[in-house]
T-cell receptor, first 113, second 112 residues
């Protein structure tokens, strides 16, 4: 009965590779988010989709591209991975607005070698 | 100046004591304020939210908001070792109710 799930949980890859992280929520929420948490535990919003429409696009390198095939799924594709991309990436969802509780997925720990 | 500031800690309190966690924010237009708890290696989970000035109580937790001072706090009464975690303050940005800005968190250690 997982509410927000992410795959994979761990991702180890070489610099320059392209990788994707998938996220799915079964809560019926309208809004989904991608966050990056660095080694100092700072959690930063990257993107948000509301009903498949991009509503937040923070200043992230254009190597990062989110895709929302439907409102229950939000994937993150990263091209040409760099060492600085190593972090934990969290997917989250909320009902309609951020004023509602955001439910977080378990996270994907990305390590770029 | 960071948008949301928290003391990184660790804040160490004995079991049974009151733990007081503080957070300041820079955007006067912020409307909604959240406290998340994150255990090591786990994802953040919501503890409390508060929208209006004053106090809001939920069990052992009390959130306090002072918009004039741009300050929000979380009190944990009768602290338990299981409360040991990092507490993240999050604030909606005034120009977007969808955007949550997180502080870097305060690590709380409750000593048995």
């Amino acid at each position: 009965d997982t509410a927000v799930s992410q795959t994979p949980k761990y991702l180890v890859t070489q610099m320059g590779n392209d990788k994707s992280i998938k996220c799915e929520q079964n809560l019926g929420h309208d809004t989904m988010y991608w966050y990056k948490q660095d080694s100092k535990k700072f959690l930063k919003i990257m993107f948000s989709y509301n009903n498949k429409e991009l509503i937040i696009n923070e200043t992230v390198p254009n190597r990062f591209s989110p895709k929302s095939p439907d409102k229950a799924h939000l994937n993150l594709h990263i091209n040409s991975l760099e060492l600085g991309d190593s972090a934990v990436y969290f997917c989250a969802s909320s009902q309609a607005r951020a004023v509602d509780e955001q439910f977080f997925g378990p996270g994907t720990r990305l390590t770029v070698l | 100046q960071k948008e949301v500031e928290q003391n990184s800690g660790p804040l160490s309190v004995p079991e049974g004591a009151i733990a007081s966690l503080n957070c300041t924010y820079s955007d006067r237009g912020s409307q909604s304020f959240f406290w998340y708890r994150q255990y090591s290696g786990k994802s953040p989970e919501l503890i409390m939210f508060i929208y209006s000035n004053g106090d809001k109580e939920d069990g052992r937790f009390t959130a306090q908001l002072n918009k004039a001072s741009q300050y929000v706090s979380l009190l944990i009464r009768d602290s338990q070792p299981s409360d040991s975690a990092t507490y993240l303050c999050a604030v909606t940005r005034g120009d977007s109710s969808y955007k949550l800005i997180f502080g870097s968190g305060t690590r709380l250690l409750v000593r048995p």
